[in-house]
């Protein structure tokens, strides 16, 4: 079993910056990729970035060049750096952890998530 709790949500202007934590219980979480989504008001969750074991990395196309994740094992960390903030970025950020590896499916847990809201 795995547990996270994101930090780091916050209200902040377009174009400023924030940057989420993920926090994970346990002893393997070297062992499973993380993930962030986010979901909107009215909007399905959708992917956001992707960091593998082994640390590659996966983003969707509209934070391709803004966000950054990234990964610390020994603090069983992971984050978001987000720059260049967009008001529709403006969502509840989750993350997730995966056993599979399969970018952007089969999460196996979830955190509650943190509000991210960006003001024009």
């Known amino acids: 079993q795995v547990q996270l709790v994101e930090s780091g949500g916050g209200l902040v202007q377009a174009g400023g910056s924030l940057r989420l934590s993920c926090e994970a219980s346990?002893?393997?979480?070297?062992?499973?990729?993380m993930a962030w989504f986010r979901q909107a008001p009215g909007n399905e969750r959708e992917f956001v970035a992707h960091?593998?074991?082994?640390?590659?990395?996966y983003y969707t196309d509209s934070v391709k060049g803004r966000f950054t994740i990234s990964r610390d094992k020994a603090k069983n960390t992971v984050y978001l750096q987000m720059n260049s903030l967009k008001p529709e970025d403006t969502a509840v950020y989750s993350c997730?952890?995966?056993?599979?590896?399969?970018?952007?499916?089969?999460?196996?847990?979830w955190g509650q998530g943190t509000q991210v809201t960006v003001s024009s």
């Open positions: 346990g002893r393997t979480f070297s062992t499973y990729a």
């Open positions: 960091i593998s074991r082994s640390g590659n990395t």
């Open positions: 997730a952890a995966s056993s599979r590896g399969v970018v952007g499916r089969s999460y196996d847990y």
